[in-house]
T-cell receptor, first 114, second 114 residues
């Protein structure tokens, strides 16, 4: 159980463009979603959490207008990095949570902004 | 003071030995503790979790928790070269939607040499 699919696994985009990352729970309903990012050689930093159908709650220092989170369904949540800049280059990882699941991570998306 | 602290390592152990990884946390209210393994360029994999003081064993892994000392450790018996990875300690900082909001340490890099 708790199969998580994150897409794309890697993406390169030009500075100023937007990138959408999808996180799907394939065999359970994710009522809550956690999004993390990890800079090289650093640990995972929690960016935001969302409950299905509600607005996301962002951690201190994370710009909600830059990192748009949509959790409109129980099997899909998206993170959109708007107007991406090189400093947004990072490894973005989701953890969907539902009844009976433990904290498993998606495969991660490596974003490189050039 | 960081919320979750780990020695960055590298911790080098010979194959077959016991690897001991340590983690301290600052929030006395934390109730749930997790160990993840992360290979380079990959997403973290859940190894085990512990909620109660004492030891919890799962195969070659043993988690130890001492809430009074705010200390959690992971022992890996019969270490194998394939265990070489970064080990992340995670501690819950509250609950969101009924699920643990996890805060991660910076990780300890383990190197098991033949």
């Amino acid at each position: 159980g708790a199969v998580v699919s994150q897409h794309p696994s890697w993406v390169i985009c030009k500075s100023g463009t937007s990138v959408k990352i999808e996180c799907r729970s394939l065999d359970f309903q994710a009522t809550t979603m956690f999004w993390y990012r990890q800079f090289p050689k650093q640990s995972l930093m929690l960016m935001a959490t969302s409950n299905e159908g509600s607005k996301a709650t962002y951690e201190q220092g994370v710009e909600k207008d830059k990192f748009l989170i949509n959790h409109a369904s129980l099997t899909l949540s998206t993170l959109t990095v708007t107007s991406a800049h090189p400093e947004d280059s990072s490894f973005y990882i989701c953890t969907p949570r539902g009844p009976g699941t433990e904290a498993f991570f998606g495969q991660g998306t490596r974003l490189t902004v050039v | 003071q960081k919320e979750v602290e780990q020695n960055s390592g590298p911790l080098s152990v010979p194959e077959g030995a016991i690897a001991s990884l340590n983690c301290t946390y600052s929030d006395r209210g934390s109730q749930s503790f997790f160990w993840y393994r992360q290979y380079s360029g990959k997403s973290p994999e859940l190894i085990m979790f512990i909620y109660s003081n004492g030891d919890k064993e799962d195969g070659r892994f043993t988690a130890q928790l001492n809430k009074a000392s705010q200390y959690v450790s992971l022992l890996i018996r019969d270490s194998q070269p394939s265990d070489s990875a970064t080990y992340l300690c995670a501690v819950n900082r509250g609950i969101v939607g009924g699920y643990n909001k996890l805060i991660f340490g910076a990780g300890t890099r383990l190197a098991v040499h033949p």
